[in-house]
């Protein structure tokens, strides 16, 4: 059985990504994100959360692969407004600026958690004899 870890940079990173998945499936089920929330490119936001749960699962928890898997994590949340610019997808051309700062600040979100982990994997807890 696995003991908690009492490695705080390790519990504020998961803390951050938490946050990070439910609060971008929050506003872009409420609002959409592009166009509205009756825009099917809506889904690729989903397809960032599964970077990250896949990502999570391939390093087994592990801090530094999580942080490799939440900086890459924020290059699929920038690249979203990238393949909805270039398809076409948006509505209005005014919007995009929007979802570019919008998608900063998710991907700024995940950046946070995967500076997190690389510094809990930096850290070394002593643990009681």
Do not use: H
């Amino acid at each position: 059985m696995r003991r908690p870890t009492t490695n705080t940079a390790y519990r504020s990173a998961v803390g951050v990504a938490l946050m990070t998945a439910v609060l971008l499936f929050w506003v872009n089920g409420a609002v959409g994100i592009i166009g509205g929330d009756g825009n099917d490119a809506n889904l690729l936001y989903g397809g960032v959360v599964a970077v990250a749960a896949i990502g999570a699962l391939m390093a087994r928890f592990r801090p530094q692969g999580m942080s490799r898997a939440l900086a890459g994590t924020a290059l699929a949340q920038f690249l979203v407004p990238v393949i909805v610019v270039s398809a076409g997808l948006g509505t209005a051309p005014a919007w995009s600026w929007d979802i570019l700062i919008l998608s900063g600040f998710f991907a700024a979100l995940w950046c946070g958690s995967a500076l997190l982990f690389r510094k809990a994997a930096r850290e070394r807890v002593a643990l009681p004899a």
